[in-house]
């Protein structure tokens, strides 16, 4: 078949130049702007607003929440969205499930099996015309005018794609923006280290290993070198690192001894822990190849994962409410943030205040998921009583607080086991 | 379970300064080591000489194939290991199964099922101790020493991996390496439109391709940009710029009119076919945001694909053989390269010298894959032949020459539909 023969079409797009800015300028938001209804986006843009403006009477109430982790993502599946709006705000457009994020890395599972789209879990945000999924970061908040900045998400986009900004009001804020895994202010983490949070971590630790094994069997390479590529160190004894650890180990024993066996006696695994002072730990240093611990040794290394715990992100501590022990975002028994209204706070970015006698809770999908339950059924029975809107009076009675109980841990060890413990002491 | 109480462990690898340099510094083959065997890769390291040298009477006779593509891969696997070793240099460890590539940009399929693993193909590269897969690429050829020099793949690697350099001696050589997409000396085309031809382009069209939908839900943002972001333009109408458009279409009318429905009328897609003349075309420029037509019209486009004829690269273009009319590596009816001992060049980088009254066969996978298969039983006859050594005098009488028979095209056309084109008329 000819090429030609087979379709030619040619679209005429001739525009004026001005056609090419990628973004109107940003105007200030006006109150015109805020009495259009649902069906008024393009109004919205037309009257110089970036933005969604806020609900009118009648139409329903705007739940903001940031984040689709465990928290946010419970939340917005139990949310009522035939009486809320539900717009979600976040980098990341599917929930993670962490528990078996460690089995992506070698192969035991794949990355789409831990990954779940957001419009799966609350397919309002691709159905309904006033609810969204925005690819974006929230910069700002300003809780007098019920009203957060966003910036779209283009990371690691070349030439083409400069942030938007825009701003969107809410009638309840949720705070479910999650933690950031600690680098302990020890230099060269971030930059040499991967870190396993995520799917794309998952994905370069994948690559690395395999890269690294392929490599290593190069002809020509010392010996030094071969086992330096196939030293595989984790830096965190928790449950992630030991999970990893332990994919690893099978992998190794396993698979590398059939694939890769002109390599397959050079491979080997190190797990370092801190210990439980959980001061700066033992690594001191992090070098492109090398880790320096603190009594001096030198540990050469071909993939380093980091995976120790987590402490509050950036945006979390730029914001200016009142903080719990340990810097998260401070919430009260009902888990809102109580020095001003319609917002909330759940799952790693929350700790209860000081004020409320309770111990912060640790930083685990069962309490965040928990949470994100407690919250949308309180929002829900807001609804029915006739509520939801930003400062609604039919808000006075909270109900009863949120209570956490916890139910038990587990960790795989490989090779298809797994640890139990079934004791109830998480709550400190 | 408290963290530490799971596992301590702590493994001492301190070592010299020295340890720590990447790579030997590279020293000339020696002819000392010309002489050490099949276990003997630790010997050739300590002797200075990095790299594979060449074989021993009495050991197999070594096959280095450059290459994973259809003819690479079928020459490898029909190549008789218990004869030969097989070393493969290449930068792709998995040979694409090119039809079904445009099928995984759109989730029809998934981008496992098309790339097969080198060692699932031809396991000897990873079981026999003579055999290799190296992740490098070749950089340049001495035929009379019978040796090619080499550089590892790091491509994209941060701060860790420099390349190596090595040596790897032959018995036969054979060019593999196909072609690479023509950009008609364009500007912008390499900077900001997508080929497909590899895994990772299908995997970036793919990832843009859901950004863009999710950046163009963005509150405020205009009609113009909407559109723009939203309009998917394909450059090339052959087979694999059809398939694409096709999968594309597909993708619009069931996937995003259901996950994407609140910008569901802002996408389109435009192909554009440059015409039979297979001059520089119709495109005249590429920027960021937009293609030039030669006639002056501008084309705002979200997401360029590129998917036009291909041409030698660059590597072709270097080597100082014979080349055929198109400029590729030019063979004889044996798939030899004439002018040197031991060398053959198969697929799309290889064409009939003017000399032997043959035309330049089509850059098809079925005539690639029709030339590995010939090769691989041409190399298994020598050796049973006694032959397969460099400079072997068993190989006087070639046999039968390569004769391709076009079997028919096929192209899908989207919705599980396909057009097939049966008439043998691709020898031209």
Chains 1, 2 share one sequence.
Request: hydrophobic share 40%.
């Amino acid at each position: 078949m000819a090429a030609s023969s087979l379709l030619r079409s040619l679209t005429r797009h001739a525009r004026g130049a001005s056609a090419y800015h990628r973004h109107q300028p940003w105007s200030p938001f006006s109150t015109t702007a805020a009495a259009a209804g649902a069906g008024a986006r393009r109004d919205e843009e037309s009257k110089g607003f970036p933005g969604l403006g806020p609900t009118a009477k009648g139409e329903k109430a705007r739940v903001v929440v940031l984040g689709t982790g465990w928290a946010g993502s419970r939340l917005m599946k139990d949310l009522d969205t035939g009486g809320y709006d539900v717009v979600c705000v976040a980098p990341r457009n599917h929930m993670v499930f962490t528990p078996l994020l460690a089995s992506t890395c070698v192969g035991t599972l794949e990355f789409r099996s831990v990954a779940e789209p957001l419009a799966r879990i609350q397919p309002a945000v691709s159905k309904s015309p006033g609810s969204y999924f925005l690819l974006a970061r929230c910069t700002g908040v300003d809780p007098d005018a019920h009203m957060i900045d966003c910036e779209t998400v283009t990371d690691g986009e070349k030439d083409t794609l400069e942030p938007w900004k825009f701003k969107v009001a809410y009638d309840k804020l949720v705070f479910a923006c999650g933690a950031e895994a600690s680098t302990f202010g020890i230099h060269g983490v971030t930059e040499h280290a991967i870190f396993l949070r995520e799917v794309h971590h998952a994905q370069e630790i994948r690559r690395r290993l395999l890269l690294n094994l392929m490599l290593s069997d190069v002809p020509g390479l010392s010996e030094e070198e071969k086992r330096r590529l196939l030293h595989c160190v984790v830096v965190g004894g928790g449950p992630t690192g030991v999970e990893f650890s332990g994919e690893l180990s099978d992998f190794i024993i396993r698979d590398v001894k059939q694939r890769y066996s002109h390599v397959k006696d050079y491979i080997h695994v190190t797990l370092i822990e801190s210990g439980v002072r959980l001061v700066q730990g033992i690594v001191k240093d992090v070098q492109p190849n090398k880790l320096i611990l603190d009594n001096g040794e030198e540990v050469p290394y071909g993939l380093l994962v980091w995976s120790t715990g987590v402490g509050a992100s950036p945006f979390v501590k730029s914001l200016r409410f009142p903080k719990s022990p340990g810097g998260r975002i401070g919430i009260d028994e009902w888990l809102r943030v109580p020095s001003v209204r319609d917002v909330y706070a759940i799952g790693d970015c929350s700790g209860f205040l000081e004020s409320t006698g309770k111990d912060v809770l640790p930083a685990l999908a069962q309490v965040a998921e928990r949470q994100g339950k407690y919250l949308a059924s309180q929002l829900n029975r807001v609804i029915k009583a006739g509520g939801g809107h930003a400062d609604s009076e039919a808000e006075a009675d909270p109900g009863p607080p949120f209570v956490y109980k916890h139910l038990g841990s587990m960790a795989t060890v490989g090779r298809y086991k797994a640890l139990v413990d079934l004791r109830q002491s998480k709550v400190r």
